[in-house]
């Protein structure tokens, strides 16, 4: 098996990253703008638009585990800590603000915000448990 | 876990950056293991070795023995 090194593993990321990125700014950006020249936007089309935003995320997020799964051990076991922390803030978030919803204590919440606050989340663990160094 | 890295890597003039680039680890990681924060895996440590061509015991202090000869003694 290659062994991976960690320059060779950050340079494979940012590769992916980069265009990952722009295809789903370009997706978001011009399917919203794209559904608002509709006076009664069409469900297959919202719908084609809400997958064609997913889907960089999803290939996002392969690109992320794969980026664990190559880096040096000690990036690894910072960046697996703070993936696994942002997700049980993220879950324990889900579980709070859903039963504050089924007693009526809050209204609605739109369940896309729970994506961003998991990156936030992630990215700050990552940060305070020592990822800043790697900054 | 103490180790002689810090003293290894300065006799020989390397910098942190140096040494990650030989063993293929971060900046972050040499500093990381050099201060004690983080243990290496046992691959990481053989290469290690191998690199200052020394033996694991040499480089590495095993904390948990040294205090069971102390209090032994």
Redo the contacts between chains.
């Keep these: 098996m290659t062994?991976q090194?960690?320059?060779s593993a950050s340079k494979r990321y940012w590769r992916a990253f980069v265009p990952i990125m722009l295809v789903y700014l370009v997706a978001t950006l011009a399917g919203s703008f794209y559904l608002k020249t509709f006076e009664v936007e069409p469900v297959w089309l919202q719908t084609t638009v809400a997958v064609a935003c997913t889907l960089p995320m999803l290939l996002f997020l392969f690109i992320q585990i794969r980026y664990f799964l190559e880096?040096?051990?000690?990036?690894q076991?910072i960046q697996l800590k703070g993936f696994a922390i942002g997700s049980a803030i993220t879950v324990g978030a889900i579980f709070l603000i859903g039963f504050l919803q089924m007693f009526h204590v809050v209204d609605q919440v739109e369940v896309f915000w729970f994506g961003p606050a998991f990156f936030i989340a992630y990215g700050l663990s990552t940060y305070l448990l020592?990822g800043r160094?790697?900054l | 876990m103490k180790n002689m890295i810090k003293a290894l890597r300065a006799e020989r003039g390397w910098s942190q950056a140096a040494l990650a680039d030989q063993l293929g680890v971060s900046r972050q990681s040499v500093n990381a293991i050099e201060t004690g924060k983080y243990d290496p895996s046992l691959p990481l440590a053989f290469s290690i070795a191998r690199l200052f061509e020394k033996s694991i015991e040499e480089i590495f202090e095993d904390e948990a023995a040294s205090n069971t000869e102390l209090a032994a003694e």
């Design positions: 062994q090194t960690f320059k880096t040096d051990e000690y990036n076991m020592g160094q790697l």
